[in-house]
């Protein structure tokens, strides 16, 4: 258990469908992060937020769009996603501060078909 | 930009064997350094960290050291079981990033009994 929750752990959507990626953390932090984890491909991060605070954007199309509504809450919009947007969505969280290091959580398995 | 370079796998071992993946970095500034393990199916769980030059850190038997005149943070193990196949990151933080995480690619590690 890292204190890090996302639901659901696998979902299967077709490329028309609006789903939602949750993340939950209860560790007090003030960053979280959206990371894709595709195969034979580093890790690559989406979206930083701290304090509710969208930070980072590296270049990610707009069907994916996340929301922050408070500091322990974290989603990810999904729409009109394409085969290759299948991928492990992986969310953490950190205190934000120098030096510190992220909490994982065990991540969503999309796949779309 | 910044980066980190880790060595190619999969590392293949038998149980008891001594175990060193590579990992390099290129940052502006004094990062902190981190490897983080995962395991099938879950998320990432950090394994240790070191914050500044020299500094060594260690867990279950693995330790990495930071160097900065080699710009290295080669993961180590004495003796490795079969518990610890797994998938290794080498990742770094840079000061003012709002500590985001940026990975290398991951070395898979199988130990046979």
């Known amino acids: 258990e890292t204190g890090v929750t996302q639901t659901p752990r696998h979902l299967v959507m077709g490329m028309t469908n609006k789903k939602s990626l949750k993340c939950e953390q209860h560790?007090?932090?003030?960053?979280m992060y959206w990371y894709k984890q595709s195969a034979k491909k580093p890790l690559e991060l989406m979206f930083v937020?701290?304090?509710?605070?969208?930070?980072e954007n590296n270049s990610v199309p707009s069907r994916f769009s996340p929301e922050c509504p408070n500091s322990s809450h974290l989603f990810l919009h999904l729409h009109t996603l394409q085969p290759e947007d299948s991928a492990l969505y992986l969310c953490?969280?950190?205190?934000?501060?120098?030096?510190?290091?992220?909490?994982f959580g065990q991540g969503t398995r999309l796949t779309v078909v | 930009g910044d980066s980190v370079t880790q060595m190619e796998g999969p590392v293949t071992l038998s149980e008891e064997a001594f175990l060193t993946i590579n990992c390099t970095y290129t940052?502006?500034?004094?990062?902190?350094l981190f490897w983080y393990v995962q395991y099938p199916g879950e998320g990432l769980q950090l394994l240790l960290k070191?914050?500044?030059?020299?500094d060594k850190g260690s867990n279950k038997g693995f330790e990495a050291t930071y160097r900065k005149e080699t710009t290295s943070f080669h993961l180590e193990k004495g003796s490795v079981q079969v518990s610890d196949s797994a998938v290794y990151f080498c990742?770094?933080?840079?000061?003012?990033?709002?500590?985001?995480?940026?990975f290398g690619a991951g070395t898979r590690l199988a130990v046979h009994p």
């Open positions: 953490a969280s950190s205190p934000g501060q120098q030096n510190t290091e992220a909490f």
């Open positions: 560790l007090g932090h003030n960053a």
């Open positions: 937020y701290n304090f509710k605070e969208q930070t």
């Open positions: 940052a502006t500034g004094y990062p902190s």
């Open positions: 070191a914050t500044k030059a020299d």
């Open positions: 990742a770094l933080t840079v000061p003012g990033g709002y500590n985001k995480l940026i």
